[in-house]
């Protein structure tokens, strides 16, 4: 993995950090559709990544299941991470600044944004995880 998708990553974990803090929403709104669109994940590789990222809290035998059939690779999970939790930090900080009308507001246009890209403009069907891509290449 070199360091412009480790900085991608960091960024990624952090929008969506501060997304889950202003809007309570972050792996199957923010982050799914950020690892898809941006970094040409395929959807399962996208979910198992985010179900890894929520694992304890959440969903650790729904990890279990996508990581036995090879869509999680903990050391992306690992760098999201880090930037989903000073960014999850942010964003509860923004949110609670603002008035609730403006949160109800970004979250719904985040929403509307999200759902135009996918039913009109993924015309990439099957694409290559970055985890997949990495393993063909180190061999």
Not at 1 to 19: P, Y
Not at 50 to 61: C, H
Request: charged content about 10%; overall charge neutral.
């Amino acid at each position: 993995m070199d360091i412009n998708t480790i900085i991608i990553l960091i960024i990624i974990g952090f929008a969506t950090g501060v997304l889950g803090g202003m809007v309570g929403v972050g792996g199957g709104v923010i982050l799914v559709p950020a690892l898809v669109f941006i970094l040409g994940f395929s959807q399962l590789d996208a979910q198992g990544t985010s179900l890894a990222l929520i694992m304890f809290p959440v969903g650790l035998l729904a990890v279990i299941q996508y990581y036995k059939q090879g869509h999680v690779d903990f050391n992306i999970v690992f760098i999201l991470a880090i930037g989903f939790v000073i960014g999850s930090f942010f964003g509860s900080k923004i949110s609670l600044s603002i008035p609730q009308q403006t949160v109800k507001r970004i979250f719904a246009i985040l929403m509307l944004v999200i759902a135009v890209k996918m039913l009109f403009f993924d015309n990439n069907q099957e694409k290559k995880s970055i985890t997949t891509d990495s393993k063909v290449d180190s061999h």
